[in-house]
């Protein structure tokens, strides 16, 4: 359990709804990750205060690490057989941990999510919500739940208490396998601070032999809050498209010129992912699937074309460029012309060209 500055009655609700919600025997120690906050009442008072519950041990940082480092960092101390990991503004329900852990039990290679509950930041009240739901992304890699239809639930005749498969986790809530987690080397260690690290997570589980189920006796409330208390190395925004840059690079093959082709800024920016070469190699050892299995067999139902286009694009000042290609295409004629995703621009004389139209104005007036 990861916290940065968080509210003093927040956090003690989220350890004690642990403490007394959960059989003892399931619960071989709770960490609580301070990942540098700056709140005097986080250090000696949270140490005093949580020393009174032997289960309870608190590991204060030295510096920020962000959210998915401090998760490392909690995981490498962890005893336990099974890492579960919670945020810090959580209640746990009555009977939440026991589905999870019999999912794993059944299999090592499965990683089991509670249904994520809303606890109101107004008024601090739990609402419950509909188990038929599922966490999915849609272009260019953006989270979202999406209900199971009613049709299909009553095709299947699938119960309230029915697993569900999940493409996407959420990411804050999730129990895994210790040993199985650092097979699949945990996170990826390049992401920065917060964002992306539930569809890497997802997609490596999938692809590599794992399953991602939501587990609807298991409930979990969460307050859902419009800020962030993590700083980032330059703003969010860019922290966060820097790390699904990083996961489409390593993870989607050829289906990641549809996460640039939804995302045409980022190729503008020319963003600096870090070196992809441990990841790539991580992939190649577990013999993961391809992100195309991934699409047919976990996620159908998304649109994925590849478009595969030659032909004819554009025409200026009577010179005309064929664009050959076999991805998504996204740019638009006329001004500056460039390089799509690496397409290669000819004109009709079948020289390459990369359209500077305002020199091709200057040379025209010369």
Known sequence: MCFVDEVWSTLLRSVHSVLNRSPPQFIKEIILVDDFSTKAYLKDKLDQYMSKFPKVRVLHLKERHGLIRARLAGAEIAKGDVLTFLDSHVECNVGWLEPLLDRIYLNRKKVACPVIEVISDKDMSYMTVDSFQR?????????????????????NKIKDTDIIRCPVMAGGLFSIDKKYFFELGTYDPGLDVWGGENMEISFKVWMCGG??????????GHIFRNDNPYSFPKDRIATVERNLARVAEVWMDEYKDLFYGHGYHLILKNLDVGNLTQQIELRKRLQCKSFKWYLENVYPDIEAPLVKASGLVCSDFQLQYTIHAEFTLAFSCGGMLRRVMGAEWRNSDGEEDYGDTEKKREKKKG
């Open 211 to 220: 399953e991602i189920e939501i587990v609807p006796c298991s409930r979990v």
């Open 135 to 155: 966490g999915i992304f849609t272009w260019p890699m953006n989270f979202g739940w999406k209900p199971i239809p009613p049709d299909v639930i009553r095709k």
